[in-house]
């Protein structure tokens, strides 16, 4: 039996993916998976038996990736799955940026007890929630992933000129892509030219206060941000600055603080990105799969630590190696099952930075020995043989 450790509660229609090879719950003993949605793991002391942990969903912030790695546990996360609810809450973002649908609603609502007279005060006092329409605006969109490249599509559709800023572009998001995007080679040209500027990064050392007054400087007067990517990409004090000195006409964020909460200009939303139940199955569905794929074929898809690898089944075992990348490793693999007699039919190894992973598929072999005696080369993180 595989125990599967839930953090957080997760879609039926995920969880059915595990057949009766597998036990579930948020209580199983020595987990060789875990599945978590929002739930902090930095604190968490996991168990030598665990092989992965799924994100269902895309960020992994609350997960301790470089703990994970150097405990040869997995980690994946499910890029896209939840890509159109977010894309769809953006765009409703651009909207309530720009029309002070908000206010206004609230407004209304002070309007009741005036019976006859509501028509005419509605009419003498909706001036005030006068904004302008997003048709024939710009829109400059930093990061075109799965999210980013949804979004500049269905802007571009809505009549918007789009500005995509991306240097990490991906092959299959570069198709993805209208060939309406303007793609433009520095950040300076999103920050120069748009009216409205939607993030959709990940937080990083690199990336963190991407948005800060250097930035916003320069910007058009009036721009409007949102933020539906991370917390940390946009400089809170800077952006309050901002928003007093009229630099920022309005500041969506999916990320509510205490410092911006209230702040005149900011609409906060508590973290609805992704807060549907199609996304929340998606999600599931993917980081089942991800889970059983890798506890049952050692085939790794989507991770986030370690490199994207896979290969089809061809012998009788399959040895699966998390390791250092370092020089001579394949070398110090290969020999060691040439001396327990091993064949080897067929090998992959791909590497992510400083970690690798090595797939041999094997005739019949004592794997308890060779185990044993790959994990006793200096570098070898972990060995597991299917």
Not at 39 to 68: K, M, V, W, Y
Request: with cysteine.
């Amino acid at each position: 039996m595989y125990p599967i450790k839930t953090y957080n509660k997760i879609a039926k229609i995920g969880l059915d993916n595990f057949d009766d090879k597998y036990v579930i719950g948020d209580d199983v003993k020595e987990p060789v998976g875990a599945i978590v949605r929002s739930a902090a793991l930095h604190e968490e002391q996991f168990d030598d038996s665990l092989l992965a942990i799924a994100r269902a969903g895309a960020g992994t912030n609350n997960i301790p990736i470089d703990r994970c790695s150097d405990e040869g546990i997995v980690v994946f996360n499910t890029p896209g799955a939840n890509a159109n609810a977010v894309k769809e809450l953006v765009l409703a973002g651009l909207l309530i940026s720009s029309r002070r649908i908000l206010p206004a609603i609230e407004w209304a609502k002070t309007l009741k007890g005036n019976g006859d007279q509501v028509g005419k005060m509605v009419e003498k006092g909706k001036s005030a929630f006068v904004g302008p329409e997003i048709r024939g605006k710009k829109l400059g969109i930093i990061g075109l992933g799965a999210i980013g490249v949804l979004v500049a599509n269905a802007a571009n559709q809505l009549g918007m000129k789009v500005y995509g800023y991306d240097p990490y572009l991906s092959l299959q998001n570069a198709w993805n892509l209208s060939h309406h995007i303007i793609r433009a080679n520095d950040i300076k040209e999103i920050y120069e030219n748009c009216d409205y500027i939607s993030l959709h990064i990940p937080l990083t050392k690199d990336t963190k206060d991407t948005i800060d007054a250097a930035a916003l400087g320069m910007m058009k007067d009036g721009v409007r941000i949102l933020n539906f990517a991370r917390d940390g990409l946009v400089n809170s004090t800077d952006m309050i600055v901002a928003l007093e000195q009229g630099k920022v006409a309005s500041y969506v964020v999916d990320f509510p603080t205490d410092e911006m909460i209230g702040v005149n200009g900011v609409i906060c939303i508590p973290h609805l990105g992704a807060s549907t139940p199609e996304s929340e199955d998606n999600c599931a569905v993917m980081a089942a799969k991800q889970l059983v794929d890798y506890i049952e074929n050692g085939n790794i898809v989507n991770s986030v630590n370690l490199p994207n690898i896979s290969m089809p089944k061809s012998g009788e075992k399959r040895i699966c190696i998390i390791h250092k990348n370092i020089p001579n490793m394949l070398t110090a693999i290969t020999t060691i099952v040439a001396k327990d007699n091993v064949n080897i039919e067929n090998l992959l190894n791909k590497s992510r930075g400083e970690i690798a992973y090595t797939m041999l598929d094997v005739n019949e072999c004592d794997t308890e020995t060779i185990s044993k005696h790959i994990s006793d080369i200096e570098g070898v993180i972990r060995v597991r043989i299917i």
